[in-house]
């Protein structure tokens, strides 16, 4: 099982709104990151957790708020979003990190702020 | 410093060969991978070739790496239709935390 599975599919929300994304895997990765990805762009890194601990922040803004709570799973909390934060937002996860190899994506969520 | 380049788009007849360019600037890169994106989908691993290897083949796909010039390429045989999609080149760095930096990606058109 090589899948990486992300929920929801497509996400509408207003400025005021509380969500999350959720980000799981089964292949035993002990890395999982988030990226954001603008139409017709490349992904952009937000996060990057190894062993669920937060190792890497890309200056994301705190309206953003990862937690892993186990190997497996990698959520993406969301408040007071910004119009602006509208895209494609991506899981991956990889064996883990500092050696390189595959990265295996999930299908992304759709994101909409309005 | 990262920086990975790419032209923007490419289109072929279906049936021809592809080929996709890509240069990067460090040196240091370690790793090298070309991703598929399928129009509203996740990136899909086509294939990375080691820093230490000329080339990779695996079925329609050719990846060249010219390590000296810091180019590499993927050479997709008998493009087909479902082969339309946006191409990442991305390349990650010994040393660090091997995440990988993406290029903008090259849109391919496969037009019968």
């Known amino acids: 099982d090589t899948e990486v599975t992300q929920t929801p599919k497509h996400l509408v929300m207003g400025m005021t709104n509380k969500k999350s994304l959720k980000c799981e895997q089964h292949?035993?990765?002990?890395?999982m990151y988030w990226y954001k990805q603008k139409a017709k762009k490349p992904p952009e890194l937000m996060f990057v957790y190894s062993y669920e601990k937060l190792s890497i922040n890309e200056s994301v803004p705190s309206r953003f708020s990862p937690e892993c709570p186990n190997s497996s799973l990698l959520n993406l909390h969301l408040h007071a979003l910004q119009p602006e934060d509208s895209a494609l937002y991506l899981c991956a996860s990889s064996e883990r990190t500092g050696q390189g190899g595959e990265q295996y994506f999930g299908p992304g969520t759709r994101l909409t702020v309005t | 410093g990262e920086d990975v380049e790419q032209s923007l788009f490419l289109s072929v007849r279906e049936g021809d060969s592809s080929v996709i360019n890509c240069t990067y600037t460090?040196?240091?890169?370690?790793?090298l991978y070309w991703y598929k994106q399928e129009p509203g989908a996740g990136l899909q691993l086509l294939t990375y070739i080691f820093s230490n290897m000329d080339m990779k083949q695996d079925q329609r796909l050719t990846v060249l790496l010219n390590k000296k010039d810091k180019h590499l390429s993927l050479r997709i045989a008998d493009t087909q239709t479902g082969d339309s999609a946006i191409y990442f080149c991305?390349?990650?760095?010994?040393?660090?935390?091997?995440?990988?930096?993406f290029g903008r990606g090259t849109s391919l058109i496969v037009h019968p």
């Open positions: 991305a390349e990650s760095i010994s040393g660090g935390s091997y995440i990988p930096t």
């Open positions: 460090d040196s240091s890169s370690t790793y």
């Open positions: 292949m035993g990765h002990r890395a």
